[in-house]
Every structure is written in structure tokens, then in C-alpha cells.
């Protein structure tokens, strides 16, 4: 079975520093990975993936993750935190192919102070 | 663009009472998703369906019932709703097959709440 981790509940940094938010995964064969983003009330919007290519991806809001596969890691960063990117950020995984599930972890809420 | 609508957007059921949770997209998505969020626990899939016509049991189906009626729509269905039935739910569609695009896109949820 798929599986996503995401061991921190909460990361908290001050604005202006980096942030990593870490994901690990299971899945057979080769995976799609993707960081979602949830504020406060509202649905869950997608950041960035990878599907192929390049380990290092590139998404919205300056968000970039690098792909692992030897450590089957897919963290989220971002070279300087903004106030504004406090909120829930969810990984997920989906095995490629047909017919196959998307898995979420429990979710990392990040906290960016002034 | 629309994208994934859910309906009712709040409802409150007593103990028994059954409701159904509707979820349409106007992606022409082969797969949907239902999922359901509670504190401390992410999001955990109840139901999702790879394409028109089939359905299968995600993670915590138990006490759901879900249709796939069209392309379009899928709905969950509480036969007797219970309190452990208090939740978050999410609809969610993407598109599985031969394509990069496979991001799921998120409906606003629908907060339930069984007294």
C-alpha cells in the first residue's frame, strides 16, 4: 500500500528565512508526487509535482521541492519566508499508471512570524 | 471556470438521518475523489473512481455509499449518519490517464456536523 509521511506537525520560521517542509513516501514503482496548500476554511490548491525530468520542481508562490529517490523524499522549500505562506501544506503520492489513488499525509502547519 | 463544485457547503444531521454530498467538475476529469479531513489525521480517502462507471473503496468506506452518476458528478451518500460521521469532506478530480496534467483539483468542502 502507498503511503505518505510527513513527520513534523508544525514548522515554524521567521520571515525573510528558508523553510523545509519534509515528506517521505512509499509506493510501488515510480510515483507522482505533489504539495498541496490549504488556508484557513478554503479547499486545497496545488503548489508543484513531479511527474519525470528534473528532480528539482518549481511551483507557485516560490515553492520548489526536490525529488529523492534513493531517500523516496519530496520536500517542500522556499529560499525566504513570507507571513503570508502560514497555513496547512499537505504531500501526496500517486503511483503512475491507470487507476491509481492519490494518498495524502496527516499534513505540516507552518507558522511564519514577523 | 467552475472547476470542482460541492454541495451543501454546511450541514447538520441528527444521529440516523441520511444525506447525500454532491461533487461535479466541468474538467471532463476521468477520476474523482472523495475524501474526508479531521484533525491530526490529513486527508483520508472514502471512495474514488478511476473513470465513468466504477468505484472503489479507499481508506475509511465504511458507512458510505458513493455513485458515479455521469462523468460529470459523484456523490456520496450517509445511509444513517453518526457522530463519528463529523467531518470535512473533499471532493477532488484529475485526470489519470495519458497525460502530465495529473494535479487533482479541490472542491471548497462541505462541513458536516452529526448531533
Given at each position: 500500500a502507498q503511503s505518505v509521511a510527513q513527520p513534523e506537525d508544525q514548522v515554524k520560521v521567521a520571515e525573510g528565512n528558508p523553510l523545509t517542509v519534509k515528506c517521505t513516501y512509499s509506493v510501488s514503482g515510480n510515483p507522482y508526487l505533489f504539495w498541496y496548500v490549504q488556508y484557513p476554511n478554503r479547499g486545497l490548491q496545488f503548489l508543484l509535482k513531479y511527474i519525470t525530468g528534473d528532480n528539482l520542481?518549481?511551483?507557485s508562490y516560490g515553492f520548489e521541492a526536490e525529488f529523492n529517490k534513493s531517500q523516496t523524499s519530496f520536500h517542500l522549500k522556499k529560499p525566504s519566508a513570507l507571513v503570508s505562506d502560514s497555513a496547512l501544506y499537505f504531500c501526496a503520492v500517486r503511483a503512475t499508471g491507470t487507476a491509481s489513488k492519490l494518498t495524502f499525509g496527516t499534513g505540516t502547519r507552518l507558522q511564519v512570524t514577523l | 471556470n467552475a472547476g470542482v463544485t460541492q454541495t451543501p457547503k454546511f450541514q447538520v444531521l441528527k444521529t440516523g438521518q441520511s444525506m447525500t454530498l454532491q461533487c461535479a467538475q466541468d474538467m471532463n476529469h476521468?477520476?474523482?475523489?472523495?475524501y474526508r479531513q479531521d484533525p491530526g489525521m490529513g486527508l483520508r480517502l472514502i471512495y474514488y473512481s478511476a473513470s465513468e462507471g466504477t468505484t472503489d473503496k479507499g481508506e475509511v468506506p465504511n458507512g458510505y455509499n458513493v455513485s458515479r452518476l455521469n462523468k460529470r458528478e459523484f456523490s456520496l451518500r450517509?445511509?444513517?449518519a453518526a457522530p463519528s460521521q463529523t467531518s470535512v469532506y473533499f471532493c477532488a478530480s484529475s485526470e489519470a490517464r495519458g497525460t502530465l496534467n495529473t494535479e487533482a483539483f479541490f472542491g471548497q468542502g462541505t462541513r458536516l456536523t452529526v448531533v
Open positions: 520542481v518549481k511551483g | 476521468n477520476s474523482m475523489y472523495w450517509l445511509e444513517s
